[in-house]
Structure formats: C-alpha cells, structure tokens
C-alpha cells in the first residue's frame, strides 16, 4: 500500500498486472541519475554511489564546484491533489530589476509549469517548490514564460543563504568552449549530478524541432531539464533539455539573453500584481516549437514478449 501511495504521489501512472510483483522498472522517472554524483556537507547517507568517480567534479576548479553547488536547485510543481506533475533543475542568477535594485530568480524550463491539457499554456494551479540542500526549502512563483522557447522565471518566495547566483546576462555569448559539462540537482536527496562532453557542430540528432538548440554529447536524464550547461571554467554555455536520444539538446545562452534582455532591467512582475507574463520573442519567427518530455512507462523484461518467438501450436487433425 506504501508503495502505491509514493507511486500517486510522485505523479507516475499505476503498473499493469504483475509488473509490480516482480520488480518491474519505471522507465524515464524523475529520479533516475545521471553521471558523477557530489554529495553537499554533512550528507548523513554515506558516499553517494558512482560509476565516474573523479571524471567531472575532480577536473573543475574548486570555486567552480563552489559555485555550482550554491547555485543549482531542483523544482518540483505540485498538483491540487498534491501530487507531483513535473520535476527539473534551476539554476540561481541575478536579476537586475528597475533602478539595479537587483535579487535573485530562479531560470529553468517552462516545462515545470506547462498545462497537460494544452501545453501551450501555464497551468496556473501548480505550486512550485524549490530545493537548496541541505535545508533550503520554499515555495516559488512562476514570474515570467515562453512557452516558444521552453523557459521560465520563477522568483523563490523566501531569501536563500550563502548562494552564488549567476551573472549570465551581463553580456552576450562568446564563443561556446568544446569541452562542456551538464548540470543537474538529484530529485531525491539534492545531489549534485555532472557529465563531461562536447559542442556538437550540428543538432540533426536532436528530436526537439526548435532551429536555434545545440547539442553536446552529455548524457543526462529528466532531471537534469532546465540545469546549466557550463564551460570547464564555470561559464555558463546554455540550459539543458531532454528528449531521450543520444544527444542533450540545450538552448544557447546568447538565445536566452536575447529573449531576456528586454525585460531584466524591469521589477519582477509579482511585484506589481501582475504575473506570470509571457517573455515577448516578436524577433524570432518561424514554426511553432514542440518541447515533448519522454513519459514514464512500466517495463519488466520477462514480461516482455515478442510475438515472432511464441512457438506455433498445431492442433489435432479432424478428418
């Protein structure tokens, strides 16, 4: 009965006959890890299970991985009924505001608020959660969207301590470093999650149709959606999505700088009553975007059965 209960309340759908009893697996949870895991101070469950020991977090400079680990969260939305509809990573950075009166907002993916029911609008009965481990916990507000480009703004309802917000719009994108390293907040105990790869030149193996994704070799999960995607030296590349290839699809910061600029030197719109707002992107045009996330399905291997295998059965011969 517990584990039927934590099912519902994760968001996840119920699994078919037999699938449960003999330890059937959900394919593409919220849960499921990625790369090198970091454990944060005082982590009380033992050293954090690791298939890359010392391939990512070992490679950064020490104030990078500071600065990480203050600045990534993970995002939850939650349901009336109180269960989960989406989970991702965020990341913390500076908004300047109206005469510099600057604070700290959340950037992640649009998709933590899309409606089910038509996903080209916000479902306005979410409650957004966001995580800060160790303790760091409240609810935030969804400020500003584009459903277009797959972002949002969400501003955190209680002040956080000792966080490195990043300064990623205080200029326009250079060039992206080849090296990068993806970024994602475990949805479970708050672990920080890093995979190493590379630019690709091309994006033709990306199944999310918006023209202007790149995509690097990383290889992540759902809950690495809406985390950064950095150089080796802490810069910020892009933020990442998901869409189950090969590939990580992520939207190139000078995209994300274009789409904000004209707005991040206004107060954030709780402020005046006025919110959420959609992020205007009159200056690119062309087809509509699709952002499909990978749904979770059941999926037990002995269960499991192709039809050319089963052997052929010839009955008795009536003459």
């Not at 303790?135 to 507000?141: L, M, S, V």
């Not at 917000?165 to 970024?183: G, N």
């Amino acid at each position: 009965m517990k584990t039927i209960y934590r099912i519902k309340s994760l968001g996840y759908p119920m699994p078919p006959p037999l699938v449960l009893e003999f330890n059937g697996e959900l394919v593409h949870q919220f849960e499921d890890r990625f790369g090198e895991l970091l454990a944060w101070r005082g982590y009380p469950f033992g050293a954090p299970p690791n298939d890359t020991f010392g391939c990512v977090w070992g490679k950064l400079e020490k104030q990078v991985v500071t600065n990480i680990s203050r600045s990534v969260v993970s995002l939850a939305s939650i349901n009336r009924d109180h269960s989960r509809s989406f989970a991702c990573t965020g990341l913390l950075i500076e908004w300047q505001g109206r005469a510099k009166r600057k604070c700290t907002v959340v950037l992640t993916s649009a998709s933590l608020v899309r409606g089910r029911d038509n996903e080209d609008n916000v479902d306005k009965n979410l409650r957004i959660e966001v995580f800060l481990p160790p303790n760091q916990r409240c609810d935030g507000t969804l400020e500003l969207y584009n459903m277009q480009y797959n972002i949002a703004i969400v501003s955190i309802k209680n002040r956080f301590n000792a966080i490195r917000p990043a300064d990623i719009l205080c200029k326009e994108m250079e060039v992206s470093p080849e090296k990068v390293v993806a970024i994602g907040r475990d949805t479970i105990h708050g672990l920080l999650m890093g995979t190493t790869g590379q630019v690709k030149s091309n994006n033709k193996d990306c199944k999310l149709n918006c023209k202007e994704l790149q995509c690097s070799t990383c290889n992540i999960t759902k809950a690495g959606i809406g985390g950064p995607l950095i150089g080796f030296d802490g810069s910020f590349v892009g933020m990442n999505f998901y869409d189950g290839s090969d590939v990580t699809p992520f939207l190139p910061r000078l995209v994300i700088f274009n789409l904000l600029r004209g707005v991040v030197n206004s107060r954030i719109p709780s402020e005046s009553g006025e919110y959420p707002m959609r992020i205007l992107d009159d200056f690119m045009v062309g087809e509509k975007y699709r952002w499909p996330v990978p749904e979770p399905y059941w999926y037990h291997g002995e269960l499991d059965v192709d039809m050319d295998e089963l052997p052929k059965f010839i009955g008795r011969i009536l003459n």
